[in-house]
């Protein structure tokens, strides 16, 4: 699709984006760490300064009815991702499975240089998840430097009222991190949640296979016109490219998608 409006080449709101495609090896908290670690790292030596991993990157899609491998909020993946953004200042986006009483949920956490500075728990849960986990119950915005960010997990992206609910919350960017198995949806839902909400979106995938169905890859960033900025259709690695919260902004207020501002 073409935009009808132009990105600025340089501007107070523009920075670089990437999300991380990778395989996870199942349970293997270890290995999966390192590999992510290792896309962090070249992802931040290309400037970036937001990277968005794939859903449950540390695990993989595991029985979640086992408390084998769920953590505390401030556990060993939460401390992961608050050490390589302080190390790399850079912001971080990834998910894990919160263990909160008796509860188990599907947390997104957003860190930050600083630390944890916001949480969304997964509110379309996907069959295995559906009476295991605890759906979410509200989609909230994080302000931070780079922008107003809000995450999503995996199917949310499936359901209109997901973004509108973060872009009714003056969203510039949604993040969101997946292990999506259907392309054709991924590729609608990916662009169509950006074009209507006038957004942002950092969409990260799993590639391989841990439940017996391939994830779909295609990795992408997607402009707020709906037009894919940078993609990775199969394969590990990452994709990059410019933000710019002003052009955002101006498409916001220009296609009128929030006409009740």
């Given amino acids: 699709m073409e935009s009808y409006f132009t990105p600025q080449d340089v501007g107070p709101g523009m ?10 090896k199942l349970g293997d908290k270890k ?3 390192a590999k992510a670690e290792e896309f962090i790292l070249e992802a931040c030596e290309a400037g970036a300064k937001l990277v968005v991993l794939p859903e449950l990157f540390a695990t993989g899609n595991y029985n979640f009815k086992s408390d084998d491998l769920s953590e505390l909020m401030y556990d060993r993946t939460t401390n992961f991702m608050k050490e390589l953004a302080s190390n790399n200042q850079v912001h971080i ?18 860190c930050g240089p600083g630390g944890v500075i916001g949480a969304y728990n997964k509110v379309f849960l996907w069959r295995g998840e559906v009476g295991t986990l605890a759906r979410g119950n509200d989609f909230d915005v994080i302000e931070t430097p780079l922008g107003i960010i809000g995450m999503l ?8 009222e997901a973004g509108r609910s973060l872009g009714k919350k003056r969203a510039n960017i949604i993040a969101s991190g997946s292990a999506f198995f259907t392309q054709n949806t991924w590729d609608f839902a990916t662009k169509a949640r950006a074009y209507e909400n006038s957004t942002y979106h950092i969409a990260a995938n799993r590639v391989g296979s841990d439940t017996g169905r391939p994830y ?15 993609e990775k259709v199969d394969g590990e690695g990452f994709v990059i490219a410019d933000i710019d919260v002003d052009y955002a902004k101006k498409v916001r207020a220009e296609v009128g998608f929030f006409q009740e501002e």
């Fill in 15 to 24: 920075f670089k984006a990437a999300a991380v495609q990778m395989n996870c």
């Fill in 31 to 33: 290995a999966n760490m």
């Fill in 93 to 110: 986006a990834g998910s894990f499975i919160e263990r909160l009483g008796d509860d188990r949920r599907n947390t997104t956490i957003l």
């Fill in 153 to 160: 997990a995996c199917y949310d992206i499936a359901f209109p």
């Fill in 216 to 230: 779909c890859g295609m990795s992408r960033i997607v402009d707020p016109m709906g037009k894919v900025l940078a």
